[in-house]
């Protein structure tokens, strides 16, 4: 309730009071059976054409010329318009912040360092402002993450559209790490060598001891299932590591720096652990090696500055690029929360400088979606799918762009935001006082 009653009253500070309720066209999400006629299909997986597509019982029911209206099926005109899977973004904190310098807004941190079991999912606000505004720009789907220590909690994927976190979410977690860092942390980090040398050893090694806890636990929990008996302690920080250590769950690895990036690989082969690297800004100085390992990469942000002032300008809209020509397999993350609507542009941007617009395009459709164990149901157009889906009137790249329509689930959810509804409110507005 109270932070309701703050995310109105900031409302109230920053204008949106003073939206009339004649201004306001708050629509409901609609549900049932709709056919797009004749529009350009983007499918991801299997090129593009025109086509119609069918949508019923929240998934992609038919594709092909010609077909034939159901009974009830609103029909949607795609003539000269464009068919996209919905975007994902593979890592934000979407529905967990509302505003950053409003630490009573915010429920993506907790207290302290090993602390796996705190599930970003139950933190999820449905009811986020930042949600629809990120959908107008095509995306559907988000992994939301939590931060902090060096085992901050448990991510999930969530889709964009529902009222309780249990219907955002779209069947996948995966714990978070961010992994020990060498190195200064910032122009105001004032340590001598030495003694970052010594942090960093000190690091590892609470790592590597935590770790071995983690494999005992696994291998006790296992002998007590072997003898179909139930344990009598209560660990849910441990319990929530049990899948990872069994390698049923990924462990989303935190590592930027080329050193740490080493570390990490071989850390994560050594522990033969199914991880995913995320952030990797440098990971174009090591990607033979990411790819000789077989990880996976989340990358992002890519409209971001050089982690060295003396790489080039351009090398973090490169990065991606590089790493997927080397072999990675490279997902796509705005690494934001009010911002998350920009995906299509970081996407863009890593197309032009190196990845393609058909790879940069899989790495927010199809290459996520494989990533996290849901290419049955996300990432592309194909029958059987959930419909989450959207159409626009030309490239979602370029921002000149509009998406006409979108689809989550199978719900034709309006393109509705505070930004619309401020934009109607005041682009013919009566002054106050006039006549």
């Excluded at 935190?254 to 990971?283: H, M, P, Q, R, Y």
Aim: aromatic share 8%.
């Amino acid at each position: 309730m109270l932070r309701t009653i703050i995310i109105i009253g900031l409302a109230l500070a920053f204008g949106l009071g003073s939206v009339s309720m004649q201004g306001q066209r708050i629509v409901k999400s609609k549900n049932g059976s709709f056919l797009l006629k004749n529009g350009t299909l983007v499918t991801v997986s299997n090129g593009t054409f025109v086509s119609d597509l069918l949508v019923e019982d929240g998934k992609i029911a038919a594709i092909g010329e010609s077909l034939a209206a159901p009974e009830g099926t609103t029909v949607v005109d795609c003539r000269d318009q464009f068919v996209y899977p919905g975007f994902i973004d593979s890592g934000t904190q979407l529905g967990l912040r509302e505003v950053g310098s409003v630490s009573l807004t915010s429920d993506h941190s907790e207290i302290g360092d090993f602390i796996p079991h705190m599930e970003a999912l139950t933190a999820v606000n449905p009811n986020g402002v930042a949600i629809p505004v990120t959908r107008v720009n095509g995306i559907t789907s988000a992994i939301t993450k939590p931060s902090g220590g060096t085992f901050p909690g448990t991510a999930a994927l969530i889709n964009l559209h529902g009222y309780t976190p249990d219907q955002m979410f779209a069947g996948y977690k995966a714990v978070i790490m961010n992994f020990p860092s060498t190195g200064k942390r910032g122009w105001r980090d004032r340590r001598s060598e030495e003694d970052i040398k010594k942090d960093a050893e000190k690091a590892i090694k609470k790592l590597d001891e935590t770790w071995s806890k983690i494999k005992l636990y696994t291998k006790i929990d296992s002998a007590t299932m072997a003898l179909n008996k139930s344990r009598d302690d209560y660990n849910p920080a441990m319990d929530a590591m049990l899948e990872v250590a069994r390698g049923n769950r990924h462990l989303m690895v935190e590592v930027n720096k080329k050193s740490d990036i080493e570390s990490a690989i071989k850390w994560i082969t050594e522990n033969k652990l199914n991880a995913i690297l995320t952030g990797v800004k440098e990971g174009f100085r090591v990607a033979d090696q990411i790819a000789a390992a077989g990880i996976p990469v989340i990358v992002g942000p890519v409209m971001d500055i050089p982690a060295r002032e003396s790489d080039r300008y351009d090398i973090a809209y490169a990065n991606a690029g590089k790493m997927q020509k080397a072999g990675v397999k490279v997902a796509l993350r705005t690494d934001s929360y009010e911002n998350v609507r920009n995906l299509p542009y970081e996407a863009g941007f890593a197309a032009t400088y190196g990845m393609g617009v058909d790879e940069a395009l899989r790495a927010i459709t199809l290459s996520p979606a494989e990533m996290f164990g849901v290419a049955d149901q996300l990432g592309s157009l194909d029958v059987g799918k959930h419909a989450n889906l959207f159409v626009s009137d030309g490239d979602p790249f370029e921002t000149k762009t509009d998406i006409l329509h979108l689809f989550i689930g199978g719900w034709k959810v309006p393109l509705e935001s505070r930004h619309t509804l401020l934009y109607d409110e005041f682009l013919e507005r009566d002054p106050i006082g006039q006549k």
